[in-house]
Every structure is written in C-alpha cells, then in structure tokens.
C-alpha cells in the first residue's frame, strides 16, 4: 500500500468552484476573467491553490469567501480532475466543489477585486482548461441532486411562491413541469411552511409565500427520499 | 487564480480502492492486510501511489489489476479524503473510487501476492486511517446509483434469476423488497432479456435465466432514468 511509487516531479494541487446561482429567470453561474497568460481574456471558473495546512473543503471555502464574501454557501465536492496535460504550466490535479448561492444576497458584497460576471447557463463562453467539462459535470450533478432532495431551495429567495419554485426547478432539469402535479409532489415531501403573507406582485388576489422547513428536512435528508419530477 | 498559494512542504497523493463483490449472500468488500507499520496487522482498502504520468483513473484501474487480475471493472471516482492529518506518516491525500467486481470471476485469479480477504459488509473490521469512512461513503454512494440506475447488474453472473436480482438490490438497499412490485418495476425498466433457459437448481419447475442488455441500458442512461424501489 503506502510504499512504492510517489510523483517525483513537482505536482500542483489546486481547487475550482463551480458557483450556481439563480435570478427568477434562469440558472447562472459565476465566471472570472483571466488577467494573465496562458489563455489571459478568456473566462474560467474560480479557482486557487490548496494551503499546507487546510483541507481540500477549507480550500474551497476561502477561495469562495475571496469572490463572493460569503460564509455558510452550500458546497459540495464535485470530482478530481487529473489529465496529465490539463494545466499547460505544469502538473496540475484540480479538485473541483459546486456551490449554490442567492444571487441576491451575493450582489450585496463586493467582488470588485475580480473581473467577476454571472452568466446564464446557455450563454456561457468557452473556458479555459477543462473547465467547460467540471461545468458539465457540475450541471449534472445539480440535476440529480436536485431529483433526489430538495437541494434546490439554495436558490430561493427566504420566502418564495409556488410559482417560484417551480420556475427553479423548470430551470434546473432543463424542461416544462405539469402545474398541478409539481404542486403535488412538492407538498407530498412536507418540507414547506405555508405562510400568511402573500405576494401581491404577481396577480390582484396574490400567491401565498413559502418557507423552507429546515427541520423537516434534516430528518427527510437522512432517510434517503425521493422527488421524481 | 493559478498564482498564489502552492503547497511547500512534500505531499502524497494516493488512491484508494473500495471493491465490492456479491455472492448470492451478502455484499462484500475486499479487504487487505496490511504488513508494515503503523497499523500493521489491521485490514485496510487497496491503494497505492500516483504516477508522474498517469491519471487518477489510471491509478486506480492498475491498482485494480494489481490485486485482482481483472481489467473492464466498474470504477467510479467517489470522493478525495484530504484531513491533513489522515495519514501519521506524511500528509496524503487519497482519492477513493469503488469498484464492482463479479466475485466469481475474482476467484479465478490469483491474489496471492496479497493478503487479501472478502468481508460481508456486516463484518467488516476497524481499518487503518479514514477508510472506514471511506467505506461508509462508498456504500451510500452504491445504495443510491443503484436507485437510479441498474448499475447493480455488474455484480451478477452473466445469466440470472429474477429471484438472484431481487436478492441482490435486497442486499445493497439493505431492505425487504414486495417481490410483486419488485418484478414489475424491473420489467418496466426494459433492460433484460429473458432466455429461453432455465436454472433447475432453485425448483423442480425451474426458473427462467434473464441477461442484461447493455444497449438498451446504454440508451436509458443518457435520458437519466430512475428506479425507485
């Protein structure tokens, strides 16, 4: 096992960030402009190289905090990217994270360090690297995330309409929901709170807002449920 | 982003194999023993080091081939395990993948180069480091492609029983299945192809033998299909 063979060149360890967010209208996700060469102008994800002394999920949460400022992001780890040639510089495995952040509550904090723009997920240029597969991956994996908890509500806005919702999920599976059956589905997982206030932009009689049921969901999360849509 | 922070002091990057097999029985996981310090003598997931010019994915494969003689395995990459203290010896990080082995064919092959043992998932001993977790996660990570896709056939003889396949998902999902319900859903996944053979083992009436069609699963799993049991 731990004998034998080990890298005898220099070898770089570095982190990506698949940033998602999304703005009532379509899923995003978060690029930087490059400022220097190989590929200087073109977009890429975030990314940063891993300290000596912090974990791969340290290193993903600071270069995250770095662009965005915010803490408590939901961050997942994506896949170890590991083509010899990926990184023209030099040996180079990335280890990539997805994130799913409120657009809104990002515009808030500066990013004004970066060239940093959200682009809707069929718009986004080609990227530098192997960054346009770790967005493919990215995408895929929100998808079934998405199919099997209601990961989603990352997303939403704190208090949010049916209407809402189901735009999201439309969104993210990439295609038209059924109305009532999605409404259906959606209060069979019982992970909602249905508020007194309503919405009144929308219509004259108004939607009813939503909450996410925290609670009920932590105890859904571990009994491994399903929502097929 | 590729500017910055790089890691100043020596770092191992490892792999490390989670190997499941399926007797008839019981899930299991191949385990080996490990012969040198520290934890000598305690079980422990195959692994080895990276190569300066190999992927993760080819790392993992000849570790595979190393221990069981098998090329075309299932492999999947899970997750890179990155505590930095993980590994008393120096700082390593290890990306675990599993893999789904035909037991019987494993049999065929020699492993006597190593220390190596089948362990019913229910029996399985502390192991070295963090690959108990890497265990545990590998198994949750099985338990859910298996709902979502058939991928559980790889752990099958090549011809089996409905009875065999029933047992099978019985044992990774670790619940009893309604055997009725079970048949149908397999059925509506139009994925088997049921020979005009029969196994006369089981009952004096026999039961029909059924195979995998890989082409019509090839085409299922590009339409993210699922199968919820």
């Known amino acids: 096992m731990y004998k034998g063979y080990m890298p005898d060149d220099r070898l770089f360890l570095a982190v990506d960030c698949i940033i998602f967010g999304f703005d009532d209208e379509d899923l995003k996700v978060l690029l930087v402009q490059r400022d220097f ?3 200087k102008g073109k977009w890429s994800l975030m990314g940063g190289f891993l300290k000596k002394d912090e ?32 990184d023209p510089v030099a040996r180079t495995i990335s280890t990539s994270y997805f994130a799913i952040v409120n657009i809104e509550k990002h515009h808030e904090k500066s990013t ?7 682009f809707s997920l069929s718009k986004v240029p080609n990227l530098i690297f192997d960054h346009d597969e770790m967005l493919a ?11 099997i908890n ?24 990439d295609k038209e929901l059924d109305k009532r059956n999605f409404i259906n ?11 007194k206030e309503k919405d009144m932009t929308s219509s004259t009689k108004g939607s009813y807002l939503y909450q996410f049921d925290q609670e009920k969901y932590d105890e859904k999360q571990t009994n491994d449920f399903y929502l097929k849509l």
């Open 37 to 39: 060469e190989p590929e």
């Open 185 to 195: 589905k959606i209060k069979s997982m019982d992970i909602l709170i249905k508020l």
């Open 112 to 118: 004004d360090n970066f060239k940093a723009k959200w």
């Open 150 to 173: 209601p990961i989603g509500f990352e997303l939403l806005p704190e208090k949010f309409t049916m209407r809402q919702l189901q735009k999201l999920y439309e969104t993210i599976l």
């Open 55 to 86: 974990t791969l999920d340290d290193a993903a949460s600071r270069i995250l905090y770095r662009l965005t400022g915010m803490h408590d992001i939901y961050l997942e780890q994506l896949y170890a990217f590991s083509d010899v040639n990926r």
């Open 137 to 147: 991956k990215a995408v895929r994996r929100l998808r079934r995330r998405t199919s």
